[in-house]
């Protein structure tokens, strides 16, 4: 009887530490991060013409395509050289930005709601997209090897975010500034980046609150 009790009770205490779903999974297996199964425009607001866009920008090959006008995303491999889509309103490489012939400008608000209530307001200094280069390839990172593309890129909407990378790990700062974004066409948008993580601390995974057309 004991043997038989020791036998079935060793069986038990196998299954708990080896099963999936033991109570002890959590120590011996790393959990998988928590993504979102939702990209692109994922929430719209007809009556005020705002909206939040939700966009993996975690790669570093790769830019994302933000259109507007069929609110639509899209992507292209910067290693492969694709070609960019038709139409598009502004474009993010981790946390670089660049428009579609467009131009922008830094405001001193902090919410679409406090710019929505200023009313009219002159928004006199737009600067547009120059000749750069972005990070493609940071496998290299630790060896100070890191291989660059050539792009476009606007240096007022890449000011959304400062990485300060003179301590390590890097210091990731929010700039909590309203941009505005000018497009070919005369058309604005107002734009306001609220985060660069998911919900597993997974940077490149960047949130935007909008309002178009402003």
């Known amino acids: 009887m004991n043997r038989l009790f020791l036998f079935f009770l060793s069986l038990f205490f196998s ?18 991060p928590a993504t979102e199964n ?8 007809e009556t005020d013409k705002s909206g939040i866009i939700y966009v993996d920008a975690s790669t570093y090959d790769r830019w994302v395509y933000i259109d507007f006008k069929n609110r639509k995303i899209d ?26 012939n467009g131009s922008a400008c830094e405001t001193n608000f902090s919410s679409l709601e406090d710019l929505h209530a200023a009313g009219d307001i002159d928004f ?16 290299g990172m630790m060896d100070g ?13 890449s000011k959304w975010m400062h990485v300060d990378t003179s301590v390590m790990p890097p ?3 929010l700039s909590n500034k309203v941009y505005i974004l000018q497009m070919p066409d005369g058309s604005r948008a107002a734009l306001l980046f609220l985060n660069y993580m998911n919900a597993a601390s997974v940077k490149g995974f960047v949130t935007i609150h909008y309002l178009y057309p402003y």
């Open 171 to 173: 210091i990731y700062t």
């Open 38 to 45: 939702t990209y692109g425009f994922i929430k719209i607001n």
């Open 124 to 139: 006199s200094h737009f600067v547009y997209d120059v000749e750069d280069s972005v990070a493609v390839d940071m496998s």
């Open 75 to 100: 992507t292209t491999n910067i290693l492969m050289d694709e070609k960019e889509p038709e139409q598009w309103s502004f474009a993010l490489h981790r946390y670089d930005v660049k428009t579609c």
């Open 15 to 32: 299954g708990m530490f080896w099963s999936c779903d033991g109570i002890f999974h959590n120590l011996y297996y790393d959990p998988k």
């Open 145 to 157: 090897i890191i291989l660059y593309a050539h792009s476009t890129r606007n240096s007022v909407l």
